[in-house]
Nanobody, 126 residues
């Protein structure tokens, strides 16, 4: 198991920003492809963004391109999701996930990911 703990969620007005963090335990963090997913009430969990183990590549869902930025700090075993220009439709529980597979970067399926955090709530008011 690889414990993942998300933080940084909250309530923000439309147009505002939030920065999510996900802290991992263990000494293999730098080897993982890391991703962020989200799940709104009554909807399936969907891919948001991913970053490769080397930080050289990222991938985003079309709905967040240009607004969200994923990054990682391997020295701190932490991955971040900077969310700008937030919209009410971004409201969801956001989950951090990790996978050994490099396919996690391009394959937006949740099934590729091996480890998950408990999630952090993001609410965007109109």
């Amino acid at each position: 198991q690889v414990p993942l703990v998300e933080s940084g969620g909250g309530l923000v007005q439309a147009g505002g920003s939030l920065r999510l963090s996900c802290a991992a335990s263990g000494r293999f963090f730098s080897s993982f492809t890391m991703g962020w997913f989200r799940q709104a009430p009554g909807k399936e969990r969907e891919f948001v963004a991913a970053i490769s183990w080397s930080s050289t590549s990222t991938n985003y869902a079309d709905s967040v391109k240009g607004r969200f930025t994923i990054s990682r700090d391997d020295a701190k075993n932490t991955v971040f999701l900077q969310m700008n220009s937030l919209k009410p439709e971004d409201t969801a529980v956001y989950y951090c996930a990790a996978t050994w597979s490099p396919h996690g970067l391009k394959d937006q399926s949740r099934n590729v990911y091996d480890y998950w955090g408990q999630g952090t709530q993001v609410t965007v008011s109109s």
